[in-house]
Nanobody, 124 residues
Framework: QVQLVESGGGLVQAGRSLKLSCAAS????????MSWYRQVPGKERTLVAS???????QYADYVKGRFTISRDNANDAVYLTMNTLNVEDTGVYYC??????????????????WGQGTQVTVSP
């Protein structure tokens, strides 16, 4: 069974930095796009940053120049380095990956996987 496990969230003061990590584990054939999403209470989950297997990246406008997404294909991991954090960056950050799993020795079509979420709280 495929799992995404996140780490690195916490409480940080505005202006400081934080790095989130997410690793995929289980019976995996391939990991395609990996992304980070953010959700705040009462609102939908929205894309923060995304990276393809080839390393092409995409960012939400409000994090451009402050956040960097990267990945380690050998270890099926993705990272989000968040610099110059502000209070508006507070939320639960979810790791997402589009993965082709191996189920009962068969390579299955790609499907969506989500991590459990990690809380990031930025104080003034």
């Amino acid at each position: 069974q495929v799992q995404l496990v996140e780490s690195g969230g916490g409480l940080v003061q505005a202006g400081r930095s934080l790095k989130l990590s997410c690793a995929a584990s289980g019976s995996i054939f391939s990991v395609e796009t990996m992304s980070w999403y953010r959700q705040v209470p009462g609102k939908e989950r929205t894309l923060v940053a995304s990276i393809t297997k080839a390393g092409n990246t995409q960012y939400a406008d409000y994090v451009k120049g402050r956040f960097t997404i990267s990945r380690d294909n050998a270890n099926d991991a993705v990272y989000l380095t968040m610099n110059t954090l502000n209070v508006e960056d507070t939320g639960v950050y979810y790791c997402y990956a589009y993965i082709s799993p191996i189920i009962n020795y068969d390579v299955e079509r790609e499907r969506d996987y989500w991590g459990q979420g990690t809380q990031v709280t930025v104080s003034p």
